[in-house]
Every structure is written in structure tokens, then in C-alpha cells.
């Protein structure tokens, strides 16, 4: 089973940019989804983004839209987080997911792994 290492978390200002990579070893990395949740304190885990195998197609919960892009290198294995304009309201810990399956509605579920999160803290 793919193996997920998040890094790039800190302590920000509110509208600065943080990038958040996800290392995943494994040779078929390349053939599923990647996927980024978060979970902020005393709430449950959210949905955050996704993309497909090859990085053509992105999706994004509608509270970063706009804000946050999600992309990935195949070549090195990684996953990508970029976070511009954060809010304090991005405050959480984000996980890093494999083999996402897009469940419809606005949901997703994990078929795979999961990372074991990078803490993000905004501040006002």
C-alpha cells in the first residue's frame, strides 16, 4: 500500500501563500486520484481537493475555490497544495489521500492511504 508523507505546514498571516506537498511512494502512484482534506479542531474532516491520475481534472470544495490550487508530478511521486489568500478559517490539519473516488454530490471517499497531516495555523 502506498505510503503518504505530507510537509510544508507552518504558522502564516492571513492572505499569505503557503504550498503544501505530499510525497507517496510506490510505483503506481500514476494510475488513481490524489486528494487533500483537513480537519480543523472539534469539527469533522472535510473535503479540500482532488485531482484525476494525470492531472487533467481538478475539483475543489467551494470554500477554496479560487484560492487554492491542487496539482501533482508524477515523475516524483508528489502531490501539490498551493494555499494563496489564506483566512484563519484554513486553520487545520491537512491530510493527504490516494485513490480517490469521487462518490458524487460534493463527496469523496478514500480507497486508499492517508497521510498522517501537516498542521496549518492562520492567524488574523
Known amino acids: 500500500q502506498v505510503q503518504l508523507v505530507e510537509s510544508g505546514g507552518g504558522l502564516v498571516q492571513a492572505g499569505d501563500s503557503l504550498r503544501l506537498s505530499c510525497a507517496a511512494s510506490?510505483?503506481?502512484?500514476?494510475?488513481?486520484?490524489m486528494g487533500w482534506f483537513r480537519q480543523a479542531p472539534g469539527k469533522e474532516r472535510e473535503f479540500v481537493a482532488a485531482?484525476?491520475?494525470?492531472?487533467?481534472?481538478?475539483y475543489y470544495a467551494d470554500s477554496v475555490k479560487g484560492r487554492f490550487t491542487i496539482s501533482r508530478d508524477n515523475a516524483k511521486t508528489t502531490v501539490y497544495l498551493q494555499m494563496n489568500s489564506l483566512k484563519p478559517e484554513d486553520t487545520a490539519v491537512y491530510y493527504c489521500?490516494?485513490?480517490?473516488?469521487?462518490?458524487?454530490?460534493?463527496?469523496?471517499?478514500?480507497?486508499?492511504?492517508w497521510g498522517q497531516g501537516t498542521q496549518v495555523i492562520v492567524s488574523s
Open positions: 489521500a490516494a485513490d480517490m473516488l469521487n462518490m458524487g454530490g460534493g463527496r469523496w471517499s478514500v480507497q486508499g492511504s
Open positions: 510506490g510505483r503506481t502512484f500514476s494510475t488513481y486520484g
Open positions: 485531482i484525476s491520475w494525470s492531472g487533467g481534472n481538478t
